[in-house]
């Protein structure tokens, strides 16, 4: 066996001799030496083993008769050497850590008040092999009557059931697991040793279950070896038990947890925890399905297979739950298939709550569509579908929601159905008799007015205004935004409509009203005004002038949380304008012309604007070449309206120079948003 020692421990007695022994702590009689009293000084070495020499130090020793050791004494007879001032012996291997007892001829005794130790070197010879907890196991060896305690895994054992030199027997802890033990010695050196084979504690084993199947809530035997060592059982699927039927060395009973999978069982060891997955696997007795007939919602469903009679519930694809069952056998059970049932696989559940999911998919008999012609079909006109189990269509949706649930004809295999008013183009959705709903990938184009083309941009008001594009004869009038309906054509064919543009008539998309009132708003928008700005040179118009000798660069300003120069949120004119959202009183948004003297060919900075946050105050600056900032002419935000702004190039002073930079600020409003459209210079 392997032997480990290891810190060194000195036991200091107090006083240090010159040839290295220790005294006690304080003289052990308080006579005088000439008075004839028998004095002990000290003894050592320190850490003296068993079987070497010992020497105690006094005064009269010459009368002592034998000196006793715990456990051992040694006579005058077997000193060594004996003087009145030393005792030379050899320690007996039976002698144990304690005080020193001097015997003297009057009968008198005199006891140390320092405890003798010694240097003990604990060795193992052999342990039992394999242990069960609760059980008694066996350590031979040498010294072992010096171990204070026995290191477990978990615990130490510091009660023996008996001890000797050579032996030690000890009961092994409950929470012990299999391993090494570690012997710990007294002495000057407490020692720590060891074993170099482990102790295996006993675990409990299964050997069989039984019945081989089991069904949820029945009783279940295990058979093996140590079983009652087991503190519960857990399923697969993490079902625990630990309230047994009965339990015994070899013998298991318990009930099988309604939430048990079927699969290994895990056995947990009583204290020390410790878990034993054994090789025989639960077999569960479940209901199996092995096919299942194609049927329609509200048709009853045949399902086939084994232990149906376990199942009192059936769930199928979509949340639909059925428990009124038509019949139910172990072999075969009938069910009536919800209006709310999808296709797909079914749960069955037992009678004890558990869900047994099917292997094969429910087959419904829905309707199915193959084409519908024509397409494309005038709103009123009647379109054919065709396809299969039609019979089972109470309604047909076409785009935009248009619902129609009187048809010109039905039959299982073709519905003929009038186009509603309110149809869009779409794929079809056909609803059952029980209300599912099945989507098609069947498109029907529906006939409707389409435009391309709007003009002229602008239209002034009382002037004509020509859409064209297609179907425009199915248009019975058009509003403008802003509310503006105009009914009465100048001309109206398939292609054309043109109209005269009425006074209330805003900028903006058109909305087209068929003749059965289906409203349809158009991409394009329609200009109106009083023609397009007064602007001879652009620095915006849907986007920054980009000309390489004219053009204009946007730099980065200041006191803004954004802007947008591609915006579509307010449109002046065109499709884009600037958005700014300044965050700063005085922020800038910030400009440099390529052409530095491009102000100097005109008389007014003319732009568009939108008070999108208030009635709040702008101005324009520039800077001159000359790095000088000009005067601010200021102008007003009207919120919610566009407004043309036109400032006279003489208000920024002398700029006959040149400009570097051009500027569009705010002017005292910390938060403040704008949009700006058409921002240009005219003569």
Same mark, same amino acid.
């Given at each position: 066996?392997?032997?480990?020692?290891?810190?060194?421990?000195?036991?200091?007695?107090?006083?240090?001799?010159?040839?290295?022994?220790?005294?006690?702590?304080?003289? +052990?009689?308080?006579?005088?030496?000439?008075?004839?009293?028998?004095?002990?000084?000290?003894?050592?070495?320190?850490?003296?083993?068993?079987?070497?020499?010992?020497?105690?130090?006094?005064?009269?020793?010459?009368?002592?008769?034998?000196?006793?050791?715990?456990?051992?004494?040694?006579?005058?007879?077997?000193?060594?050497?004996?003087?009145?001032?030393?005792?030379?012996?050899?320690?007996?291997?039976?002698?144990?850590?304690?005080?020193?007892?001097?015997?003297?001829?009057?009968?008198?005794?005199?006891?140390?008040?320092?405890?003798?130790?010694?240097?003990?070197?604990?060795?193992?010879?052999?342990?039992?092999?394999?242990?069960?907890?609760?059980?008694?196991?066996?350590?031979?060896?040498?010294?072992?009557?010096?171990?204070?305690?026995?290191?477990?895994?978990?615990?130490?054992?510091?009660?023996?059931?008996?001890?000797?030199?050579?032996?030690?027997?000890?009961?092994?802890?409950?929470?012990?697991?299999?391993?090494?033990?570690?012997?710990?010695?007294?002495?000057?050196?407490?020692?720590?040793?060891?074993?170099?084979?482990?102790?295996?504690?006993?675990?409990?084993?299964?050997?069989?279950?039984?019945?081989?199947?089991?069904?949820?809530?029945?009783?279940?035997?295990?058979?093996?070896?140590?079983?009652?060592?087991?503190?519960?059982?857990?399923?697969?699927?993490?079902?625990?038990?630990? +309230?047994?039927?009965?339990?015994?060395? *070899?013998?298991?009973?318990?009930?099988?947890?309604?939430?048990? +999978?079927?699969?290994?069982?895990?056995?947990?060891?009583?204290?020390?925890?410790?878990?034993?997955?054994?090789?025989?696997?639960?077999?569960?007795?479940?209901?199996?399905?092995?096919?299942?007939?194609?049927?329609?919602?509200?048709?009853?469903?045949?399902?086939?297979?084994?232990?149906?009679?376990?199942?009192?519930?059936?769930?199928?694809?979509?949340?639909?739950?059925?428990?009124?069952?038509?019949?139910?056998?172990?072999?075969?059970?009938?069910?009536?298939?919800?209006?709310?049932?999808?296709?797909?696989?079914?749960?069955?559940?037992?009678?004890?709550?558990?869900?047994?999911?099917?292997?094969?998919?429910?087959?419904?008999?829905?309707?199915?569509?193959?084409?519908?012609?024509?397409?494309?079909?005038?709103?009123?006109?009647?379109?054919?579908?065709?396809?299969?189990?039609? +019979?089972?269509?109470?309604?047909?949706?076409?785009?935009?929601?248009?619902?129609?649930?009187?048809?010109?004809?039905?039959?299982?295999?073709?519905?003929?159905?009038?186009?509603?008013?309110?149809?869009?183009?779409?794929?079809?959705?056909?609803?059952?008799?029980?209300?599912?709903?099945?989507?098609?990938? *069947?498109?029907?184009?529906?006939?409707?007015?389409?435009?391309?083309?709007?003009?002229?941009?602008?239209?002034?008001?009382?002037?004509?205004?020509?859409?064209?594009?297609?179907?425009?004869?199915?248009?019975?009038?058009?509003?403008?935004?802003?509310?503006?309906?105009?009914?009465?054509?100048?001309?109206? *064919?398939?292609?054309?409509?043109?109209?005269?543009?009425?006074?209330?008539?805003?900028?903006?998309?058109?909305?087209?009203?068929?003749?059965?009132?289906?409203?349809?708003?158009?991409?394009?928008?329609?200009?109106?005004?009083?023609?397009?700005?007064?602007?001879?040179?652009?620095?915006?118009?849907?986007?920054?002038?980009?000309?390489?000798?004219?053009?204009? %660069?946007?730099?980065?300003?200041?006191?803004?949380?954004?802007?947008?120069?591609?915006?579509?949120?307010?449109?002046?004119?065109?499709?884009?304008?600037?958005?700014?959202?300044?965050?700063?009183?005085?922020?800038?948004?910030?400009?440099?012309?390529?052409?530095?003297?491009?102000?100097?060919?005109? %008389?007014?900075?003319?732009?568009?604007?939108?008070?999108?946050?208030?009635?709040?105050?702008?101005?324009?600056?520039?800077?001159?070449?000359?790095?000088?900032?000009?005067?601010?002419?200021?102008?007003?935000?009207?919120?919610?309206?566009?407004?043309?702004?036109?400032?006279?190039?003489?208000?920024?002073?002398?700029?006959?120079?040149?400009?570097?930079?051009?500027?569009?600020?705010?002017?005292?409003?910390?938060?403040?948003?704008?949009?700006?459209?058409?921002?240009?210079?005219?003569?």
């Amino acid at each position: 066996m392997k032997n480990i020692y290891n810190v060194r421990l000195l036991l200091l007695v107090c006083l240090i001799l010159s040839f290295g022994f220790l005294t006690s702590c304080e003289d +052990d009689d308080d006579t005088q030496p000439n008075a004839g009293q028998v004095q002990l000084l000290s003894f050592g070495p320190t850490g003296v083993q068993h079987g070497e020499e010992i020497r105690f130090i006094g005064h009269n020793l010459n009368q002592v008769e034998a000196v006793e050791l715990p456990s051992a004494t040694v006579a005058k007879a077997d000193f060594l050497e004996q003087t009145s001032e030393l005792i030379r012996l050899i320690v007996p291997d039976e002698a144990m850590e304690g005080l020193v007892t001097l015997k003297l001829s009057d009968g008198k005794e005199i006891t140390s008040k320092t405890v003798l130790s010694f240097e003990v070197p604990i060795t193992i010879s052999s342990v039992t092999t394999e242990a069960r907890p609760g059980t008694n196991i066996t350590i031979n060896g040498t010294k072992l009557n010096w171990v204070e305690g026995v290191v477990f895994a978990k615990d130490t054992v510091d009660e023996f059931v008996s001890q000797s030199a050579t032996e030690l027997v000890l009961q092994v802890p409950l929470n012990a697991k299999t391993g090494t033990l570690v012997l710990i010695g007294g002495g000057t050196e407490p020692s720590f040793v060891e074993t170099e084979e482990e102790l295996i504690v006993t675990l409990p084993k299964v050997t069989s279950l039984s019945p081989a199947a089991v069904k949820h809530s029945e009783s279940l035997t295990l058979t093996g070896t140590d079983l009652d060592l087991v503190q519960e059982v857990v399923f697969a699927g993490g079902a625990i038990v630990s +309230d047994f039927t009965s339990q015994s060395a *070899t013998e298991i009973v318990l009930t099988v947890p309604n939430t048990a +999978d079927a699969g290994a069982l895990t056995l947990v060891a009583a204290g020390s925890l410790v878990e034993v997955v054994i090789e025989a696997e639960l077999e569960l007795t479940l209901p199996t399905v092995t096919s299942m007939n194609a049927v329609k919602h509200g048709d009853n469903l045949t399902i086939t297979g084994t232990n149906l009679d376990m199942v009192k519930e059936v769930v199928f694809a979509g949340g639909a739950k059925v428990s009124a069952f038509v019949s139910r056998s172990a072999s075969q059970l009938e069910v009536k298939v919800p209006d709310t049932a999808d296709e797909g696989n079914l749960t069955l559940i037992t009678t004890h709550g558990y869900e047994v999911p099917t292997s094969s998919a429910l087959d419904l008999i829905l309707p199915a569509v193959t084409s519908a012609t024509p397409t494309p079909v005038d709103p009123g006109a009647n379109v054919t579908i065709t396809g299969s189990n039609l +019979d089972l269509v109470k309604s047909v949706v076409f785009g935009g929601d248009a619902s129609v649930s009187t048809f010109v004809n039905k039959s299982a295999n073709q519905i003929v159905v009038t186009v509603p008013d309110q149809a869009t183009s779409g794929t079809l959705t056909l609803i059952t008799t029980h209300n599912y709903e099945v989507a098609t990938e *069947t498109e029907v184009t529906v006939v409707l007015p389409v435009v391309t083309g709007i003009t002229p941009a602008p239209a002034a008001y009382g002037a004509y205004l020509t859409i064209t594009g297609t179907n425009l004869d199915l248009v019975q009038s058009v509003k403008f935004t802003g509310g503006a309906t105009v009914t009465n054509f100048l001309a109206k *064919t398939a292609s054309q409509i043109i109209l005269t543009v009425p006074a209330e008539a805003k900028s903006g998309t058109l909305t087209l009203v068929t003749n059965r009132g289906l409203e349809i708003e158009t991409t394009l928008e329609a200009m109106v005004g009083d023609g397009g700005p007064d602007i001879d040179h652009f620095i915006y118009d849907n986007a920054l002038n980009a000309d390489p000798n004219n053009g204009w %660069t946007l730099l980065g300003g200041w006191g803004k949380a954004s802007e947008d120069l591609a915006n579509t949120e307010q449109v002046s004119r065109g499709e884009k304008s600037i958005k700014v959202v300044y965050n700063e009183a005085y922020g800038a948004f910030h400009l440099s012309p390529k052409n530095p003297n491009i102000l100097n060919d005109y %008389t007014h900075v003319v732009l568009y604007v939108y008070g999108g946050s208030g009635n709040n105050r702008m101005a324009l600056r520039v800077k001159t070449k000359g790095g000088v900032d000009s005067p601010e002419p200021t102008f007003e935000l009207i919120e919610g309206e566009w407004q043309k702004v036109e400032i006279p190039i003489s208000a920024f002073g002398d700029i006959s120079g040149g400009i570097s930079e051009f500027m569009i600020k705010n002017y005292g409003t910390e938060s403040n948003t704008i949009y700006i459209d058409d921002v240009g210079l005219r003569d």
